[in-house]
């Protein structure tokens, strides 16, 4: 079910992402890859290929893979801190990938501007950037960002420390009047959906809701921690050590958040002792994640394993196709927004 009025709130972020709903899907490392991100192009959304730590010959492949499962247009989400990133963006731009979504901090110099460089026949890729805060959404417009996804703490992976109805009141209505603004985090139903593109949102982005697709990849024991989860099992990791940049991780709660833990300890140990300096002690972390959530989302170890979830969680109970996932989000916010006007 649609209507007039939920075509008209999407169509600036349709019109921008080139798809039918401005549904995105959240760049979630092992899980975002061709099948999922193909999976939801074709039901209409927008999916994002997650190059997590990718070298340039993966994420050419992937590219290429996913190419061949869908014609319809999708993203990649690229790391700021990827020492690799200018040859990631070059990927890119050989298989005129039209939106690169930038994640992980502060765009270094240099990166928007590869981003958006006119290619043969055309035009740029359309970069997306998080802005967990209303001043650096100002200076991320400012510096040429043609959209901006806000994030709240509800969301699974890596996360910021405001709420996501927070930002959105504090973000939209500044924002929204000079670049499409899509709200994430913590969005599990339609309802949610049209409330934010009342407030002006061109979109959304959810991720934890296409975790556990039929299309999803991730293993069987991934899948049912999530079924079995609520939202209250969906914890923030804790920084142990002021000095070490560590952004916090939202993942349902085993084993795997205590090994986090003394993770942290031994690279502070290394930062005192010299061995490291901080940008390779954030790399180190970093891969640390990448490996945990490898060993949950692929082999299955979901004690060990990283089982990175948004608070969302709890609206995830059977294993469904992408496209009625996108069709009962619609069909919700339809209804929404018929019953308020």
């Known amino acids: 079910m649609t209507n007039a009025k939920l075509a008209s709130l999407m169509a600036r972020g349709t019109e921008f992402l080139g798809c039918e709903v401005a549904i995105m899907c959240g760049a979630m490392s092992w899980v975002s890859e061709r099948n999922l991100v193909a999976a939801i192009s074709n039901a ?8 997590g730590a990718m070298t340039p010959e993966l994420l050419d492949k992937e590219i290429a893979a996913t190419k061949a499962l869908t014609s319809k247009p999708f993203g990649v989400n690229l790391i700021t801190m990827h020492p690799q990133l200018f040859d990631l963006i070059d990927v890119c731009a050989r298989h005129e990938v039209g939106h690169v979504v930038l994640a992980g901090g502060l765009p270094p110099k240099g990166s928007i501007e590869a981003i958006k460089a006119p290619r043969v026949g055309g035009g740029g890729a359309k970069l997306i950037c998080f802005a967990p805060a209303l001043a650096l959404a100002k200076k991320l417009v400012r510096s040429g960002v043609d959209a901006l996804v806000v994030e709240g703490m509800e969301a699974g992976g890596h ?4 709420a996501t109805s927070v930002l959105a009141q504090e973000i939209l209505p500044e924002m929204a009047s000079q670049v499409p603004v899509f709200v994430a985090g913590g969005i599990g139903r339609g309802e949610a959906i049209a409330a934010y593109l009342e407030m002006g949102a061109a979109g959304v982005q959810l991720g934890t809701r296409f975790a556990c697709a039929t299309e999803s990849i991730a293993h069987p024991n991934f899948k049912k921690s999530f079924f079995r989860a609520s939202a209250r099992d969906a914890i923030a990791s804790v920084q142990i050590d002021p000095r070490l940049p560590v952004i916090p991780v939202r993942a349902l709660k085993n084993a795997g958040t205590e090994a986090f833990t003394a993770k942290q300890r031994e690279v502070a140990n290394l930062l005192d002792s010299g061995a490291v300096d901080m940008g390779e002690a954030q790399l180190q972390i970093e891969h640390y994640w990448a ?29 469904e196709p992408v496209a009625d996932i996108i069709a009962q989000l619609m069909d919700e916010a339809a209804v929404a927004l018929e019953r308020r006007g």
């Open 159 to 162: 996360i910021g420390p405001v």
């Open 44 to 51: 209409g959304g927008f999916g994002v290929i997650a190059c």
């Open 291 to 319: 490996g945990a959530l490898r060993r949950a989302v692929i082999d299955g170890d979901v004690e060990g394993g990283s089982l990175m979830a948004g608070q969302s969680v709890g609206m995830v109970s059977k294993e």
